[in-house]
C-alpha cells in the first residue's frame, strides 16, 4: 500500500512537472513573441507646439525591420544588412559596431517647431536621439569633430556643449539621460532642456499625439507627426497660398494634426496616415466597408479594381461646400456660365428633370475593374459597376436616350444584356445591363466574362486577400493594383527596373481612404512575394 | 550541508540567468544584447517570415533548445529541495550542464575568451555547480554505481533503496528545522 502511494506520488509528482514545462513554455513563447510596438521616447522631449516631427526606429532587430529586410531581400539585395553595414562604413573612416551602433537605442527623431517659407534657413529644430550606449554616442560625436574639448556651458542644472559646424551652422549638444539632442540654437537647447525637466509639455503630452499614435500601428519603421495647420498656414502667410482664399476651410470638419507610419510585415509594406475627422461632405465616400460587393463578382485575374461608395449621398454636401470653386472651374472652360448650367444640361439629355433624380439612384458601392487578357495594353478590357436604389428608373432612363443605339441583345450567365454602337469608337460595342441592385456597363468581352465567370472571385483570390491582410484596415473608398498581371504588359514576366530590382517580386497595390471611428485615415500596402 | 544548498541554488540561478543577456548581437545587431526570453522572442519574430520548411525547423529547434533551459531550471527549482530521487533531476542538472558549457563554447569561438555576460554567466555557474556535486556524489559512491542507479533509483521505489540524491530524514528534518 506505502509503495502504491509512493508510485502514485511519482507519477503526480512526474506529471505536475510535464504540466509545469507545458505553462511556462507557453507563457515564455506568448509573452517573448508578443509585439511591442516602437515606445516614442523622443517625443518627451519635443516641445508640444512643434510643427513636424519625424521619428524612426532604430531597433533593428524589431520585427518591422526583420520584415523589411527579408522584403528587400525578396527584391534581390542579396544581404541587406551588410550593404546598410557597408554604405555606412563607406571607406572605412566609420565603423559600425564602435561608431554607429552606440546610437541605436530604439528611437531617433529630427523635429522642427516652425517652417519659415520666406526661405531663411530654420532655426527652432532639433535631433534626438535614443542611445544604446550614451557614453560612447557622445564620444563618437566629439570625435567626428575633431576629438577636442568642446566648449560647455549649463542650463538648469544641465551640461550642454557647444559644437561647431554640425550640419552648416553652429550647434548644441546635449546628453539628457539615454538621449542625445542636437539643436541648432541655444534657445532651442534650453526649451528642450525646459520641456525634459518638466517646465515645458512635451510632445508626448499632447491628446491629439497621443491619439493619432494610439490610432495607427505602433509596429513602424517610420513615423511622421504633422500640424498641417501650422505648416501651410505659414505658406498662407507668405503669399504662397494661391490655392485656397481662406485657410479656415481647410480646417472645418476636422483637426488639421495627423499622423504617418511607414511599416513592414511578412506580406509587404504598409503605409497608413490618420487625423481625428467629423462628418465633412466626403464622409459617404469613405464609409467602412469590410468587402466590396464587386470584388465578390469580378474574376480573380482583374487587373485593377477602382471602388468608391455612395456618390448620391456625398453629391449634396460638395456643392453646399465647393459650389462657388465648381462654378469658378466650369466658368474657366468656357462652355457654360456655371456647374449648374452643366447639369442642367446632362439632366436634359438623360431625359430627367434635373440631374439629382439621376444621381441619387447611386447610393451604394461604384467601381471600375480592368483586365489584360493580352500582352497588349491596348487590348484591355474595362467594366463600370454601379449599385442603384432603382433598377426599374435607371432603365427607364437609359432606354430614353437618344444618344444610345442598341445593336442586339445577348444572354450571358442568365442575364440578359443590351448590346450598342461605341459612340467615341465607330464599329465597336458596348454592354450594359442592370439587374439584381447594380448596373454593369463595359466592353462585351468584360460584361461577359462577368456575367458567366464561375471560378474564384477576386475577393477569393490569394493576392487581393493577403494584400488586405497586410492592410489591417477597413475598406472605405480604395484602388487594388494586381502587379504581375500589369507588368505582363510594362515588362513581361521577369520585369527587372533600373536599379535592379526584382519588380516581379511585387503581388498587389492596395490603397483606400476610409473614416471610421472618429478618424480619416489613409492607408496603403505593397505586397511582396519570391 | 553544503553541497545540498548547492544543489538547491542550480535552478533559481540558471532561470534568473535566463532573463538576463546571453549574448550580443551580430552584424548590425552587435550593440543588442539577449537574454534567453529575448532570444524565444527574436526567434519568434524571424519566424513569422515566410521561411522555408528547413529553416523553419531549425528555429522551432532552437527555440525549443533554449525553451528547455528555461524549463530545465524550473524543474530543477521544484525537485532539488525533496525530490531528487525523481528522473527529471539528473535529467534537467545534465541538460543545464551540458547546455550551459556548448554556450560557453560558442560564446569564446564568437567572441573570444572574455567574460561572459551576466545571464550567461548565471547558467554557468548553475551547470558547473551541478557537475561539481555529481563528481562529488560519483566519488561517494564509486564508480560502480551508475547514473540511473545514483539518480533514478528512488526512495519511493518497491525495492526501498535510497541514493544519494534523496535528502536523509536527518537532512530533512533540519531543513524543516530551519
Known amino acids: ?530 | 550541508m553544503v553541497e545540498r544548498v548547492a544543489r538547491m541554488a542550480v535552478g533559481p540561478l540558471v532561470l534568473a540567468g535566463f532573463f538576463l543577456p546571453w549574448a550580443h548581437g551580430p552584424s548590425v545587431l552587435a550593440q543588442e544584447s539577449y537574454s534567453g526570453f529575448e532570444l524565444v522572442g527574436f526567434a519568434g519574430r524571424l519566424q513569422a517570415l515566410d521561411l522555408g520548411f528547413s529553416a523553419s525547423a531549425t528555429l522551432w529547434s532552437v527555440r525549443l533548445l533554449i525553451l528547455g533551459v528555461a524549463i530545465a531550471a524550473a524543474w530543477h527549482t521544484v525537485l532539488a529541495p525533496v525530490a531528487r530521487w525523481h528522473f527529471a533531476y539528473p535529467v534537467s542538472g545534465w541538460y543545464l550542464g551540458i547546455g550551459g558549457g556548448i554556450a560557453a563554447g560558442i560564446g569564446i569561438w564568437r567572441a573570444g575568451i572574455e567574460p561572459p555576460p551576466l545571464g550567461l554567466g548565471l547558467w554557468l555557474a548553475g551547470g558547473v555547480l551541478f557537475v561539481a556535486c555529481e563528481m562529488l556524489s560519483f566519488r561517494r559512491i564509486g564508480p560502480s554505481a551508475s547514473i540511473s542507479e545514483r539518480a533514478m533509483v528512488p526512495v519511493a521505489t518497491p525495492s526501498g533503496v535510497r541514493n544519494d540524491h534523496s535528502p536523509s530524514p536527518a537532512e530533512s528534518g533540519k531543513g524543516a528545522g530551519g
Do not use: C
Request: glycine share 10%.
Open chain 1, 1 to 530: 500500500m506505502d509503495v502504491l502511494s509512493r508510485r502514485s506520488g511519482a507519477v503526480a509528482l512526474t506529471g505536475g512537472l510535464a504540466a509545469l514545462a507545458v505553462v511556462l513554455g507557453w507563457f515564455l513563447v506568448s509573452a517573448s513573441g508578443r509585439a511591442q510596438g516602437v515606445e516614442l521616447t523622443t517625443a518627451e522631449l519635443v516641445p508640444q507646439d512643434s510643427t513636424i516631427y519625424v521619428a524612426v526606429n532604430t531597433k533593428l532587430d524589431s520585427s518591422e525591420w526583420i520584415a523589411a529586410f527579408d522584403l528587400v531581400e525578396k527584391l534581390g539585395l542579396d544581404d541587406p544588412e551588410s550593404e546598410l553595414i557597408d554604405a555606412v562604413e563607406g571607406g572605412g573612416e566609420v565603423d559600425w559596431e564602435d561608431d554607429v551602433a552606440p546610437f541605436l537605442g530604439g528611437n531617433a527623431a529630427f523635429y522642427m517647431r516652425d517652417y519659415d517659407w520666406s526661405g531663411d534657413p530654420p532655426e527652432e529644430f532639433g535631433v534626438i536621439v535614443r542611445a544604446a550606449n550614451a557614453g560612447r554616442a557622445m564620444e563618437v560625436v566629439f570625435e567626428q569633430l575633431g576629438g577636442g574639448d568642446p566648449d560647455e556651458a549649463e542650463y538648469e542644472g544641465q551640461t550642454y556643449y557647444f559644437i561647431p559646424d554640425p550640419i552648416d551652422g553652429d550647434g548644441y549638444l546635449a546628453r539628457i539621460g539615454s538621449h542625445l539632442v542636437i539643436t541648432a540654437t541655444e534657445a532651442e537647447m534650453e526649451r528642450v532642456i525646459d520641456v525634459a525637466q518638466g517646465r515645458e509639455p512635451s510632445l508626448k503630452d499632447d491628446s491629439e499625439f497621443a491619439a493619432l499614435h494610439d490610432e495607427l500601428t505602433r509596429n513602424f519603421i517610420g513615423f511622421v507627426y504633422m500640424d498641417t495647420e501650422k505648416l501651410l498656414g505659414g505658406a498662407l502667410q507668405s503669399g504662397l497660398g494661391v490655392f485656397v482664399e481662406d485657410e479656415d476651410d481647410l480646417w472645418q470638419w476636422g483637426s488639421s494634426k495627423t499622423a504617418s507610419v511607414i511599416s513592414a510585415k511578412d506580406g509587404g509594406f504598409v503605409f497608413q496616415t490618420a487625423g481625428q475627422t467629423e462628418a465633412s461632405p466626403i464622409s459617404p465616400l469613405l464609409t467602412a466597408r469590410d468587402e466590396s460587393r464587386f470584388a465578390g463578382m469580378v474574376p480573380a485575374d482583374t487587373a485593377m479594381l477602382f471602388s468608391v461608395y455612395d456618390v448620391a449621398g456625398a453629391w449634396d454636401g460638395i456643392i453646399d461646400a465647393w459650389g462657388p470653386y465648381l462654378d469658378d472651374a466650369v466658368a474657366a472652360e468656357g462652355e457654360y456660365d456655371s456647374y449648374e448650367e452643366a447639369l442642367d444640361e446632362a439632366a436634359a439629355e438623360l431625359g430627367v428633370e434635373n440631374f439629382e433624380d439621376f444621381l441619387e439612384l447611386f447610393d451604394g458601392e461604384a467601381a471600375l475593374a480592368a483586365w489584360f487578357p493580352t500582352d497588349d495594353e491596348d487590348d484591355g478590357l474595362f467594366a463600370f459597376f454601379a449599385e442603384v436604389s432603382d433598377d426599374a428608373r435607371l432603365r427607364e432612363i437609359i432606354e430614353g436616350l437618344d444618344t444610345i443605339e442598341v445593336t442586339g441583345t445577348e444572354t450571358w450567365g442568365g442575364v440578359e444584356v443590351t448590346l450598342t454602337e461605341d459612340e467615341e469608337n465607330p464599329g465597336e460595342e458596348l454592354a450594359y445591363t442592370i439587374t439584381d441592385g447594380y448596373a454593369l456597363f463595359g466592353d462585351p468581352e468584360a460584361v461577359r466574362r462577368i456575367l458567366e465567370h464561375e471560378g474564384d472571385t477576386l475577393a477569393g483570390s490569394g493576392r487581393y486577400r493577403s494584400a488586405k491582410d497586410t492592410l489591417g484596415t477597413r475598406l472605405g473608398s480604395f484602388a487594388y493594383f494586381d502587379f504581375p498581371r500589369i507588368f505582363t504588359v510594362f515588362g513581361g514576366d521577369e520585369y527587372v527596373s533600373e536599379d535592379e530590382l526584382n519588380m516581379s517580386a511585387l503581388q498587389a497595390l492596395l490603397f483606400t481612404m476610409v473614416e471610421d471611428g472618429g478618424f480619416t485615415r489613409a492607408a496603403g500596402a505593397v505586397t511582396i512575394d519570391d
